[in-house]
T-cell receptor, first 110, second 112 residues
């Protein structure tokens, strides 16, 4: 059975304090791993797709990495506007949908 | 560019009432999805469609029906609402099978 576990559930950082969010997954035949950002009262917004172990992608202060069992979302020198819930999701080969984790709620304090 | 638009944004129902949520996308996407989001549960797929006139069940389809009569629209229906269907519903679309999903802003449904 597909499983996605995100940790921590919540994270509070001071502005400029770098950290990482974790997404551990169990899926047979991974097709891709996705990161989304969700602001309160809004729909998720796509950030990254990773397809194979060792792959990395960057966008501004965010960098996503992938191994065979987990993915990390590294946040470098975060700003208050980075505060949001970050969702991880996986897709299987031959599947038509994504399986989501419960998210990490990030708060960046000025 | 509107993207994915959901209506209504808020609705309160009594147990046993019926309603339809409408999702419209203007990106000419083939794939459309309905998810529900509950605290501590993450997003769960209700139904999806791989093209006009097609629908398929997701993880939690019971109590819901869908229709995709036009490519740009995907309707989610509740025939007899139950308190367990109180949730935030998100519609999403994508240009390819399990490509980047574009989400609407959500529809918050409360069933009393």
């Amino acid at each position: 059975e597909d499983q996605v576990t995100q940790s921590p559930e919540a994270l509070r950082l001071q502005e400029g304090e770098s950290s990482s969010l974790n997404c551990s997954y169990t899926v047979s035949g991974l097709r891709g791993l996705f990161w989304y950002r969700q602001d309160p009262g809004k729909g998720p917004e796509f950030l990254f797709t990773l397809y194979s172990a060792g792959e990395e992608k960057e966008k501004e202060r965010l960098k996503a990495t992938l191994t065979k069992k987990e993915s990390f979302l590294h946040i470098t020198a975060p700003k208050p506007e980075d505060s949001a819930t970050y969702l991880c999701a996986v897709s299987r080969q031959e599947a038509n949908n994504l399986f989501f984790g419960t998210g990490t709620r990030l708060t960046v304090i000025p | 560019n509107a993207g994915v638009t959901q209506t209504p944004k808020f609705r309160v129902l009594k147990t046993g009432q019926s309603m339809t949520l409408l999702c419209a996308q203007d990106m000419n996407h083939e794939y459309m999805y309905w998810y529900r989001q509950d605290p501590g549960m993450g997003l769960r797929l209700i139904h999806y469609s791989v093209g006009e006139g097609t629908t398929a069940k997701g993880e939690v389809p019971d109590g819901y029906n869908v229709s995709r009569l036009k490519k740009q629209n995907f309707l989610l229906g509740l025939e007899s609402a139950a308190p367990s269907q109180t949730s935030v519903y998100f519609c999403a679309s994508s240009y390819s099978r399990v490509g980047e999903l574009f989400f609407g802003e959500g529809s918050r449904l409360t069933v009393l």
